[in-house]
Every structure is written in structure tokens, then in C-alpha cells.
């Protein structure tokens, strides 16, 4: 790419993860302008298309989380301006972001994926086929936001109330004792997977923002077959969805080293607790070096990439 194109960085936006968005961008832009790039930093907002075509970008670098940015919406846009940009395609980031859809779409690939029970704001609290405890979380929100761990059932409503303040649509699963997991994806290739100790009591958003309050372990300490199992779902998971660019799988593996895959990241973290980068510096290739490979897969029209 010349050194003359103006690289947008799109980032903060107006979702629950705007403050985590800011920090992936602000990394984002400063490894583009070590690199001797164009850079425009863009704070999305409602006029992000007339900022668009103000600031005269030619490469949209999308930095944003959570709604608005991870959902399809900002890449439907991108798609409209005929501006090419990074990440996933529309059709893909709207599916990775619905976690009720990702998970059928699991299914019919035969990706195993936890025993989920979807609940709307209209309905009651269900009668759940299985015990608990029980992870109640939102459909559509990531870092872990609304989540809880329900170890009673009295304990459910609340828990269910608070995933619904960020979402409409709620998911209960089985708490799944095990490993966490979390395989990096690049250009169609598993760069490897990375196992995460929490001092929290799950994987939550102190865990995952807060420097010291996770334990990061790469590669995973699974047994030989076992990670090249999880490097396989990683993809399987990645491909089910029509991805493209870079992404990050998160998965569980039971104490029986079953792995189940929970979700797939489309637009993962660059923060400096990210979990791509981090994977990616331990197979020897720097942030920026990473940076600039997710620029090169910048394109349009990614549903008929394949």
C-alpha cells in the first residue's frame, strides 16, 4: 500500500465497550504512525459518513466494539462509500455479534458449542434443562458486559435483569468448569491458542482489562492433541461464519478436554491486555508487525471473498 493513503482509524462509538474501542484505536493509530502511514483517527459518532467523506479516508482500519461497530453496521456503511476497510464483511460481523445465530450456525458445522436457552424481555424465567450453576450473559454485547455467574436458582432473576439491561435477548448456558482458551486468527490461519487464568471468579471485564488480573499461559496446556483440536475449531468456528482478516475464538475445555467454542471475536481487542496481539508476539510478530498485516486484508465486497 502507498505511503500516501490515509488510513481512518475508526474507533469509540457510542456501545457499553466505547472506553475498551479507545484504547485498541489509540494503539492502532500510534503503531500506523510508527510506520510511517497517513493516519486519521476518527471518534464514530451519528455523522460518521459526512465525516467520512470530510476527512477524505481511503482505507477505513475499524477499531470499534460492540454495537454499531461489530455488528455489521459501520461495515454496511464502508460498503456504501465503496471505502475498503478491515475486519469482517457485514453479513459475518452481524453473525459473530448475535450470539443466538453464531450458535445455531455452530451446530449445522457440527462445532460443539455449550447448551444454550435464549430468553426475551417477554418471557419468564425458564425451566432449564440442565443444573446449575448456570453463565447468564447478553445475545449481543462482548467483553464480557451484563455477565453473570448464577450458582442458585433464587439468584437467576436478578442475574437476568442485568444481562437485559444491555440487551433484549439473553442466553443461559451450563457453567463449564475447565480451561479458557482462546485461539488467534489471521489470513485463515491459527496463529495459536492462548489459555487464560482469571483471579476473578470467571473470565469477566476486570479480568480481561485490568493489567495482573488474568494469568496468561501460550501456549495452552493441553495435551498435543487436545490444542491442535482447538486450533481446528478455532478456524472451523471462523470459517461457519464467513470471516475474514483477523478474529479471535473463544473457547472451553471441560476437565474431560472436551472443547466447546462460546463465541468468535470479528473485530478482536488491540489493547495492551489484548489477547491477539499477545498470541500473535509469541510466534514472533510484533504489534505493529500484526497492525500491518490486518491493514493488508483491508477490502470490499467480503461476502464473495470465497
Do not use: W
Amino acid at each position: 500500500m502507498p505511503s500516501i493513503e490515509k488510513i481512518g482509524v475508526l474507533m469509540g462509538g457510542v456501545s457499553a465497550e466505547r472506553a475498551v474501542s479507545l484504547k485498541s484505536g489509540d494503539a492502532i493509530t500510534a503503531a500506523l504512525r510508527r510506520l510511517g502511514r497517513n493516519v486519521q483517527p476518527i471518534d464514530v459518532d451519528a455523522e460518521i459518513a459526512q465525516t467520512l467523506r470530510a476527512t477524505q479516508v481511503s482505507t477505513a482500519f475499524i477499531a470499534l466494539h460492540g454495537g454499531g461497530g461489530e455488528d455489521g453496521s459501520i461495515q454496511g456503511l464502508l460498503e456504501t462509500l465503496r471505502i475498503p476497510y478491515t475486519g469482517s464483511g457485514v453479513l459475518a460481523s452481524a453473525l459473530g455479534m448475535d450470539k443466538e445465530q453464531s450458535c445455531a450456525l455452530f451446530a449445522h458445522h457440527g462445532i460443539p458449542t455449550p447448551h444454550s436457552v435464549f430468553v426475551t424481555q417477554k418471557e419468564a424465567a425458564p425451566t432449564l434443562p440442565f443444573d446449575f450453576p448456570v453463565i447468564v450473559k447478553p445475545v449481543s454485547q462482548g467483553s464480557s458486559l451484563g455477565v453473570t455467574r448464577v450458582l442458585r436458582a433464587d439468584a437467576l432473576e436478578e442475574a437476568m435483569a442485568t444481562a437485559f439491561a444491555l440487551d433484549a435477548r439473553i442466553m443461559i448456558q451450563p457453567y463449564i468448569t475447565g480451561q479458557e482458551v482462546q485461539v488467534g486468527i489471521l489470513q485463515e490461519t491459527p496463529l495459536g491458542a492462548i489459555e487464560i487464568r482469571p483471579k476473578t471468579e470467571f473470565y469477566d471485564y476486570t479480568a480481561k482489562y485490568v493489567p495482573g488480573m488474568s494469568e496468561h499461559l501460550f501456549p495452552a496446556l493441553l495435551p498435543p492433541e487436545v490444542y491442535q483440536r482447538v486450533l481446528s475449531l478455532g478456524l472451523a468456528a471462523h470459517q461457519a461464519l464467513g470471516c475474514s482478516g483477523a478474529s479471535r475464538v473463544d473457547l472451553l475445555v471441560d476437565q474431560e478436554m472436551n472443547p466447546y467454542v462460546l463465541e468468535v471475536n470479528t473485530l478482536p481487542g488491540m489493547t495492551e491486555t489484548s489477547l491477539l496481539p499477545e498470541i500473535a508476539r509469541h510466534v514472533g510478530m510484533d504489534f505493529d508487525a500484526l497492525v500491518l498485516q490486518i491493514l493488508s486484508t483491508a477490502g470490499l465486497d467480503k461476502t464473495r471473498r470465497r
